[in-house]
Nanobody, 116 residues
Framework: QVQLVESGGGLVQPGGSLRLSCAAS????????MGWFRQAPGNQRDLVAS???????GYTDSVKGRFTISRDNAKNMVYLQMNNLKPEDTAVYYC??????????WGQGTQVTVSS
């Protein structure tokens, strides 16, 4: 069964940190480029970070230098370390395969709220 389960979100003050985790089923994860996406109210879901099976990473400009994506291939896990969080990072965060043709059903996501 294809499944994605995100966790680790919460309420944090500006400048704070959070670490998101994603447990993925093997059919999506194994050998594929995985990504973290986010969707703020009224906005589309956008890719913010990606990592291929070799560990090569990519980031959207707004999170470069603040977010770090990683993966554990033995555990089918993807992580997103988020530092120096800003109010504009507030969104629901999702993980999934980057390439649409192998993407699984979206999970429930995890809410990140950055506010003082």
């Amino acid at each position: 069964q294809v499944q994605l389960v995100e966790s680790g979100g919460g309420l944090v003050q500006p400048g704070g940190s959070l670490r998101l985790s994603c447990a993925a089923s093997g059919s999506i994860f194994s050998g594929n480029t995985m990504g973290w996406f986010r969707q703020a109210p009224g906005n589309q879901r956008d890719l913010v970070a990606s990592i291929d099976s070799s560990g090569y990473t990519g980031y959207t400009d707004s999170v470069k230098g603040r977010f770090t994506i990683s993966r554990d291939n033995a555990k089918n896990m993807v992580y997103l370390q988020m530092n120096n969080l800003k109010p504009e990072d507030t969104a629901v965060y999702y993980c999934n395969a980057v390439f649409v043709r192998i993407r699984g059903p979206w999970g429930q996501g995890t809410q990140v709220t950055v506010s003082s």
